[in-house]
């Protein structure tokens, strides 16, 4: 079953997504340092980085809600609003 997912989720680590609260969706950046997914398969992990704007990290650093989420034919999920301690979390990695 493994095999099959990894086949069938080729390319998932490109359609994660990050939205600030007023701003557009960003889309991850995959595995800069290396090669994880192939043609026919991706990988079962994947290292991700978002490149947000000024504006963003400082509505983020204001408190702005923040949804994530993954739009893959093979595989969709959304939360609108991360909780507290998420956000709080990836505020703190922006310093």
């Known amino acids: 079953i493994r095999t099959q997912m990894l086949a069938?989720?080729?390319g998932i680590e490109d359609r994660v997504w990050i939205r600030i609260v007023g701003f557009n969706r960003v889309f991850a950046i995959a595995d800069e340092d290396m090669e994880r997914a192939r043609a026919d398969k991706t990988s079962?992990?994947?290292?991700?980085?978002?490149?947000?704007?000024?504006?963003?990290?400082?509505?983020?650093?204001?408190?702005a809600d923040v949804a994530m989420g993954v739009d893959h034919p093979e595989?969709?999920?959304?939360v609108e609003s991360i909780d507290s301690a998420s956000r709080q979390a990836l505020t703190a990695d922006l310093d």
Do not use: C, D, I, W
Request: charged share 15%; net charge positive.
């Open 75 to 78: 595989y969709q999920a959304a």
């Open 8 to 10: 069938k989720l080729t």
């Open 44 to 63: 079962a992990v994947h290292f991700l980085r978002f490149e947000l704007s000024p504006n963003m990290v400082a509505a983020l650093k204001n408190g």
